[in-house]
Nanobody
Framework: QVQLVESGGGLAQPGGSLTLSCAASGFTFSNYAMSWARQGPGKGVEWVSSINSDGLDTYYAPTVKGRATVSRDNSKNTLYLQVNGLKPEDTALYYC????????????????WGQGTQVTVSS
């Protein structure tokens, strides 16, 4: 069965950096686009970033563009999200999301979610 396991969250200081990872199993990872979504306290789900199956095309929400980098290692079935210049408003539960096809849709066409990893940005 499809499994998506996020890691790398934690407490970070404003201005700091974090790299999140998502280990995927149960499907042919290299065939599918992947996305990151987040949900902050008292907020709805925000789509953060998305990457095509081959890793050549990436997309970002305006709130993280210029500070985040999404990447994937298809040989390791792993998705990554690096966020620099962290802000308190980046505090959220971050989810790894599988898309239904090879083209990234920023979550518009998703089918499986991980359990999430908590990121807290505070001094």
């Amino acid at each position: 069965q499809v499994q998506l396991v996020e890691s790398g969250g934690g407490l970070a200081q404003p201005g700091g950096s974090l790299t999140l990872s998502c280990a995927a199993s149960g499907f042919t990872f290299s065939n599918y686009a992947m996305s990151w979504a987040r949900q902050g306290p008292g907020k709805g789900v925000e789509w953060v970033s998305s990457i095509n199956s081959d890793g050549l095309d990436t997309y970002y929400a305006p709130t993280v563009k210029g500070r985040a980098t999404v990447s994937r290692d298809n040989s390791k079935n792993t998705l990554y999200l690096q966020v620099n210049g962290l802000k308190p408003e980046d505090t959220a539960l971050y989810y790894c999301v599988k898309e239904r096809g090879p083209i990234a849709t920023m979550g518009a066409n998703n089918d499986y979610w991980g359990q999430g990893t908590q990121v807290t940005v505070s001094s």
